[in-house]
């Protein structure tokens, strides 16, 4: 546990260093802040439109930051040479992997939360009142992220920046288009082609089962069921991938 506490510390101050991570961070921001001056066009839709826009924002640059960021997480220690140094220490090659995955979570978690803050000051601004109903849309959002952050790190332990980030974003566009996926599995009139098909929506991780902006922004909360079922879903396949990414990492040979 002190391995990974560690490793997560050290993780958690490397990303704060990145340019890239302020440039995004401030780039999100300015999109909230834009949102606010958006609402005199619509006339009776001011409300509804800077939740829209502000959950939007929030959701998507917090998932660019991930697929850009995260695909490095592995490959900075790679590229210092400070991985030899690591390996050596008690700290066991798990520990390196959960490490990772909390360390950039936590960082995430802070960047949610600090623009879920700014969006409450502007959404109080337009109606004299604060919305606390949104951060219920932010709860299975951070399941999604999660799962990103951990098949980031799964490509990371056998593939390069590039192609890990790519992997990210493809896993990213897919998982909220699987329903399409296995639309096209029913209609389509090769059984090789349903059968790979259904496999692909039973096997890859459906991010819609985490997207509730919509529900929330017209008032509508789901029930308990949903939120057990999205934190279950969610964890199994963040546990499943670190578990996977864990075996990986322990078999791979530093030359």
Do not use: C, W
Not at 101 to 111: A, P, Q
Not at 163 to 170: E, L, Q, R, Y
Not at 200 to 229: A, R
């Amino acid at each position: 546990m002190k391995g990974v506490i560690a490793i997560a510390k050290n993780t958690f101050k490397e990303l704060v260093r990145q340019k890239i991570f302020f440039i995004i961070v401030i780039f999100g921001f300015s999109m909230l802040f834009i949102s606010f001056f958006l609402f005199p066009l619509s006339v009776g839709e001011q409300s509804k439109i800077i939740r829209d826009f502000g959950l939007s924002a929030i959701t998507f640059f917090n998932t660019i930051l991930v697929i850009i960021v995260g695909g490095s997480l592995l490959h900075k220690e790679f590229d210092k040479r400070t991985i030899y140094l690591i390996v050596t220490t008690p700290v066991e090659r798990r520990e390196i992997i959960i490490g990772k995955f909390f360390g950039f979570l936590v960082l995430i978690l802070i960047n949610i939360i600090g623009m879920s803050i700014f969006h409450q000051i502007l959404i109080f601004l337009t109606d004299g009142k604060f919305d606390l109903k949104i951060f219920i849309a932010l709860y299975p959002f951070i399941f999604e992220i999660s799962i990103i952050i951990s098949i980031l790190i799964f490509f990371s332990t056998f593939t390069g920046v590039i192609f890990s980030a790519f992997m990210g974003f493809i896993f990213y566009v897919i998982g909220h288009l699987i329903e399409s996926l296995k639309l096209f599995s029913e209609i389509s009139k090769s059984l090789f082609l349903k059968i790979i098909s259904y496999f692909l929506y039973y096997f890859l991780p459906n991010l819609e089962h985490f997207n509730i902006k919509n529900n929330i922004v017209y008032g509508e909360i789901p029930g308990k069921e949903y939120f057990l079922f999205s934190t279950s879903y969610g964890l199994i396949y963040i546990i499943l991938l670190l578990y996977i990414s864990s075996l990986i990492f322990e078999k791979k040979e530093f030359r």
